[in-house]
């Protein structure tokens, strides 16, 4: 099992930034490729960036170019640095980990908010 713990949401306004962290827990040896997706009011989660074990990393296009994703193996953490935001980027955001047989953990979520 894996436990992920999600921290950094909050309300910031338009054009601003916000990091998020995720730190994980638990059996990290299985764990493969680490990421974040976000679910909107009303909407379906969507995915919005991964990063595998050894660094290559994918970007949805709605982020790239304003949100980098982090990963520290020693420290079993990974982050998002989210720039130039945008009230569409509005929602709660989840810490994902796929471990290597496949099975997919989830954190219990942060909001982020962008005021318009």
């Known amino acids: 099992q894996v436990q992920l713990v999600e921290s950094g949401g909050g309300l910031v306004q338009a054009g601003g930034s916000l990091r998020l962290s995720c730190v994980a827990s638990?059996?990290?040896?299985?764990?493969?490729?680490m990421g974040w997706y976000r679910q909107a009011p009303g909407k379906q989660r969507e995915l919005v960036t991964t990063i595998t074990r050894v660094g290559s990393s994918y970007y949805a296009d709605s982020v790239k170019g304003r949100f980098t994703i982090s990963r520290d193996n020693a420290k079993n953490t990974v982050s998002l640095q989210m720039n130039s935001l945008k009230p569409e980027d509005t929602a709660v955001y989840y810490c994902?980990?796929?471990?290597?047989?496949?099975?997919?953990?989830w954190g219990r979520g942060t909001q982020v908010t962008v005021s318009s």
């Open positions: 994902n980990a796929r471990a290597f047989d496949l099975t997919n953990y």
């Open positions: 638990g059996s990290i040896f299985s764990i493969n490729v």
